[in-house]
């Protein structure tokens, strides 16, 4: 509901009961009069004898009044003349004051005591100079008619000042008080004798419309709080839905991200255990046999990357530092053997075999990790070979025996991580 309109028509609603009460109050007052002819005689009484007071105290000020009103007169004409006289002799010289000329004369005497004018130009100077000092008597003139014209404009305030008496014009104010207040009381008394009946039937009127105004400011009042608490349960009721649909909106998105994890681990977890060691047995066991050539490509060096997860921040692999421009690797003074395994614990490691021996085996890197990871050591050379086999296809049967316990472990826990997290 609108507030402001609410507001605005309860003013208007008080305003009205404001005046109707004030008019009501009045009416009542009439009424009241009406009924007691005599409740105002004392104070129309009082009123009169005060009346007449004030007009015996402004008869006796009435007299000085005038006098004094034909002084400010005299004193006023006398100013107006004493200033046109003023301005027409100051129009008569350029000079406003004695100072300007005798700063004019002094001027003219420079002049003449320099010593560099002309004949006539002294002349000429010596005559504005006596000029000037018969000017400087009628300028001192000025400043002395000044004076004159501001005492007899102080002298005029001075009047205006008791023609303006705050009591006498209080006095006179009361007066017109009195007589407007008795003038009052007797139409008032007046018309209360003539009309009781009319004025009986406007205090119903006013009282009716009076009551219908508080029952409207009522109605209004009522109106406006049903429409309030409509807005307001609608409010709640809006704002209940939003939050019950983002709440479902939340736990559907969590039930969903659970359900990825889920299918994940299921799917991690329903793969053969072992696969990559098997293969890489395999693969390690032909190129030992010499079965196959070229570039052999072990399981474990093309395992998936996993993707990843939400909601995990991924991980910067480190970079290494590019070596500075001064510096430079520096060559060993031997040449660096190749590396071909260790021994197992308890026999002594073979001497590494030197380029010239052609008994010597050199096997890449991939194959040496992935010996490494099954923890077997690499061959020593041709004749340790079939030895290595061996031992791979040892791991290669156990990893087969193990694979489906194993895979049923891991689904297992799978399915239990997917119990805890559901």
């Given amino acids: 509901p609108d507030k402001a309109a609410y507001d605005a028509e309860q003013e208007r609603i008080r305003t009205g009961i404001d005046g109707l009460q004030t008019k009501l109050a009045a009416v009542r007052e009439k009424i009241s009069s009406a009924n007691q002819p005599n409740a105002g005689n004392d104070k129309r009484a009082a009123l009169k004898v005060e009346l007449d007071n004030i007009r015996s105290q402004q008869s006796s000020t009435k007299l000085n009044r005038g006098k004094t009103h034909e002084q ?15 301005q027409a002799a100051r129009g008569k010289t350029p000079y406003k004051t004695a100072a300007d000329v005798d700063a004019h004369i002094s001027h003219l005497e420079k002049q003449v005591e320099s010593g560099s004018m002309k004949v006539v130009d002294e002349k000429r100077a010596l005559q504005e100079i006596s000029q000037a000092r018969r000017t400087r008597r009628m300028v001192e003139k000025f400043q002395a008619d000044q004076e004159s014209i501001e005492a007899d404009r102080q002298e005029a305030d001075r009047l205006k000042k008791l023609l303006d008496d705050p009591e006498s014009k209080e006095i006179s104010e009361r007066y017109d008080t009195i007589k407007a207040e008795l003038d009052g009381l007797k139409k008032e008394s007046d018309e209360a004798y003539a009309g009781r009946t009319k004025l009986f039937e406007e205090r119903d ?141 308890g026999k002594k490691a073979p001497k590494a075999a030197s380029p010239d021996d052609t008994s010597a085996i050199h096997l890449p890197y991939g194959q040496l990790s992935a010996l490494l990871s099954l923890s077997i050591p690499p ?16 791991k290669k049967a156990w990893f087969e025996a193990n694979q489906a316990r194993q895979t049923a472990e891991n689904v297992a826990k799978a399915e239990a991580e997917i119990r805890r997290l559901t």
């Fill in 72 to 86: 400010l007169k005299t004193i006023q004409e006398g100013i107006q003349k004493k200033i046109k006289d003023l």
């Fill in 205 to 345: 009127g006013v009282q009716a419309q009076l009551t219908a105004l508080f029952n409207e400011k009522r109605e209004a009042a009522y109106r406006f709080r049903e429409a309030n608490d409509r807005y307001w349960t609608k409010v709640n009721e809006d704002r209940a839905r939003r939050l019950e649909k983002a709440r479902a909106q939340r736990d559907a998105e969590e039930a969903q991200r659970k359900l990825a994890i889920a299918d994940g681990l299921r799917e991690e977890a329903s793969m053969p255990a072992f696969q990559t060691q098997i293969e890489d047995c395999q693969t390690l066991i032909d190129a030992l046999s010499g079965k196959s050539s070229g570039n052999v490509v072990l399981s474990s060096s093309s395992v998936p990357v996993k993707s990843d997860v939400s909601g995990v921040p991924q991980l910067e692999i480190r970079q290494v530092d590019a070596v500075g421009e001064a510096m430079v690797a520096l060559k060993k003074k031997e040449e660096e053997s190749y590396f071909v395994g260790k021994g197992k614990k």
């Fill in 379 to 394: 061959p020593t050379g041709q004749a340790d070979v079939p030895r290595v086999i061996e031992d791979l296809k040892t």
